[in-house]
Structures are given as C-alpha cells and as structure tokens.
C-alpha cells in the first residue's frame, strides 16, 4: 500500500473499524502458514528505479474464466518514507492457489537509518522492534524466491514494485500479470470519497484492527481483490 496514503491518514483518520469485531479476519490470517525465511549473506546488486520499464497493469477480461485469477501472490512493504531513496522496514507476501492463502511470508527489517517518529505513528513499528531484524539484502533473495513467477497483487502496487525492484526483484523478466487493486477499485467503484485501502475495506466490509502492517494490509488487498472480482464478467 502506498506511503502516502498512510500520511495522509496519520493528518485526517481514517474511518476505521476498530469498534467492530475483527476476531475472523484475525484468525483466518494467524492461520495461514509462515514459510522459514533463509538469510543470504552475499552480495546483493540494487537497481536504479529510473530504469524500470514502465509497468502494465492487467484488468480481468470480460468473459474470461474466474479460475483464471485465483493464483497469485499479494505483496506490500511500509518504508521510512514516500520516496524512493527511503527504506523498506517490513515486507508480506501471502501465496493464494484457487483463491485460497496456502502460506505467508513476513518479516521485519532494520534500516540503515532510523525511523521517523511520524512514521512509527502510522505503522507502530519502533526502532527498539527492529534492531535486531535482518537486513533487505539478507532478506529479498527469499522473497524474490517467495514470489517466483505467480501473478502479482497488491494494493497503489506501483509503490511496492518499486521499491522491490530497487533492491534487486527484477519481476518483469517472468511472463506474469500484476494486478493493482487500487486501479480495480477505481473502474469498478464509483461511489465512494476515495479508494485507500481504508476506505475499501470499509466498503466491503472487511473488519480488521492493524492497519498498515505489511501483512494485514496483504490479506486485506487479497480479500478486496476477490471482491472486486465480482465487478467484472467473468466465467464462473
């Protein structure tokens, strides 16, 4: 989910549902399986953002088969900041085969520089929390593995691609579809003030307590994502 989305939030909350019970969407996610992350410890080469290819998002095709959209793999990061320069403090992923999560990947990371107050206000992500996580070097080569060549989903998805793209995750050399729901949401959607992730949760009706958590904000892209599946015309 975008950066500045989540600042905008910090300045003007959010309708949430922090009233309302989110025990469902807090078991169904501690129920999915968390895969062991191996470190790696060599080299890593980053990439310059500026020499990204321009990224293509897909929309589902009108009388295509439902089937066809239930693998993939939903992604999210929350960084220092809303620019490409700051850091990536913790990164999700959690893999869907016929709609269904069948595992997670997550983890915290400790930045080279610390992390501004006004950010830990949105996440509740402290330095104390960090200090002894791995690095992004040690961490993407898994993730990048993680992901592998599935369909992409995620929510403003540009902003995390970026940032995975930066350090090392050059998703665009596997033949795959990246889905950005914030881009289905605006087709399907036209009757709400914005569409944050916020706001869409809101509107379907997705109940959670932790926002802006990489993994929360994971399975909650992926819950909006099915969603707004129902939008298009597709072959069930």
């Known amino acids: 989910m975008g950066f500045m989305d989540k600042l905008k939030g910090l300045f003007k909350p959010a309708e949430t549902n922090l009233t309302r019970d989110s025990s469902e969407f807090d078991n169904e996610l501690s129920a999915i399986p968390r895969v062991s992350i191996n470190y790696n410890h060599r080299f890593l080469k980053t990439n310059f953002v500026k020499e990204m290819p321009k990224v293509s998002f897909s929309r589902p095709r009108k009388n295509t088969k439902y089937s066809g959209y239930g693998n993939f793999v939903v992604i999210d990061t929350e960084t220092t900041g809303i620019h490409i320069s700051n850091e990536i403090i913790e990164i999700s992923a959690i893999k869907y085969e016929a709609f269904k999560p069948v595992s997670a990947f997550t983890t915290l990371i400790r930045p080279k520089n ?73 087709s399907v959607i036209k009757n709400t003030k914005d569409h944050k992730l916020t706001t869409m949760c809101d509107y379907y009706g997705i109940i959670r307590n932790d926002a802006h958590r990489s993994l929360s904000d994971c399975f909650a892209t992926a819950k909006l994502y099915i969603n707004l599946l129902d939008g298009y015309s597709l072959q069930k």
């Open 114 to 186: 610390e992390i501004p107050p006004e950010v830990s206000q949105i996440t509740n992500i402290t330095n104390d929390m960090v200090k002894d996580s791995p690095s992004i070097f040690q961490v993407m080569p898994a993730f990048i593995e993680y992901v592998g060549e599935n369909d992409i989903v995620g929510h403003n998805l540009l902003f995390d691609l970026e940032y995975v793209y930066k350090y090392g995750f050059k998703f665009q050399e596997q033949k795959r579809r990246c889905f950005d729901t914030l881009d289905m949401s605006r």
